[in-house]
T-cell receptor
Framework: GAGVSQSPRYKVAKRGQDVALRCDPI?????LFWYQQALGQGPEFLTY????????KSGLPSDRFFAERPEGSVSTLKIQRTQQEDSAVYLC???????????FGSGTRLTVV | AQKVTQAQTEISVVEKEDVTLDCVYE???????LFWYKQPPSGELVFLIR??????QNEISGRYSWNFQKSTSSFNFTITASQVVDSAVYFC???????????FGQGTRLTINP
């Protein structure tokens, strides 16, 4: 596609519910990143994939957060048993090569009530 | 560890004024890359510029200019003759050699009033 596509655009979840956020990177982009952006803050790194391999997951805040990219293209960020502090915008970015520039999607705004 | 500080939380100016957004970074790495991104209300981060640590030459792109000074660990961004369309949140970010993740500052919300 022309850009990085994320869905849904908005998600409201009840506390304790599981959610799945989807990222469609630009076709052919090798690298894929997830970032979490709390209200009024800068994005914070969650995890990084190179093709289907998850090379860095040091930013995942707890074991309730899980990301996958099984075929090296679409990625899903799953949050289990959501809590209020998980409320944030989740941004996905992709890059054509290691170290190249990133293109960000518009994000998914998750609100946990 | 790396850190990026954008001390200005919000700036508001009248259209056509010049405005400078400050960015100070911390890293012990000698090779690194600095970025500026614009985040309009639609939410996506729009890439503006990337500089590497060995290139301190200032850059100008239309109304935008960047001043990189290693001596003060700063990478400031100036908009000349600001326009209402420049209103957005601007982020400075850092990536060190060998790492893939970006470390972002807190952002500066810029409002240009007509």
């Amino acid at each position: 596609g022309a850009g990085v596509s994320q869905s849904p655009r908005y998600k409201v979840a009840k506390r304790g519910q599981d959610v799945a956020l989807r990222c469609d990177p630009i076709s052919g982009h090798v690298s894929l990143f997830w970032y979490q952006q709390a209200l009024g803050q800068g994005p914070e790194f969650l995890t990084y994939f190179q093709n289907e391999a998850q090379l860095d997951k040091s930013g995942l805040p707890s074991d309730r957060f899980f990301a996958e990219r099984p075929e090296g293209s679409v990625s899903t960020l799953k949050i289990q048993r959501t809590q209020q502090e998980d409320s944030a915008v989740y941004l996905c970015a992709s890059s054509p090569a290691v170290g190249a520039g990133y293109t960000f999607g518009s994000g998914t705004r998750l609100t946990v009530v | 560890a790396q850190k990026v500080t954008q001390a200005q939380t919000e700036i508001s100016v009248v259209e056509k004024e010049d405005v400078t957004l400050d960015c100070v970074y911390e890293t012990r790495d000698t090779t690194y890359y600095l970025f500026w991104y614009k985040q309009p209300p639609s939410g996506e981060l729009v890439f503006l510029i990337r500089r590497n640590s060995f290139d301190e030459q200032n850059e100008i792109s239309g109304r935008y200019s960047w001043n990189f000074q290693k001596s003060t660990s700063s990478f400031n961004f100036t908009i000349t003759a600001s326009q209402v369309v420049d209103s957005a949140v601007y982020f400075c970010a850092l990536r060190v050699q060998g790492a893939q993740k970006l470390v972002f500052g807190q952002g500066t919300r810029l409002t240009i009033n007509p």
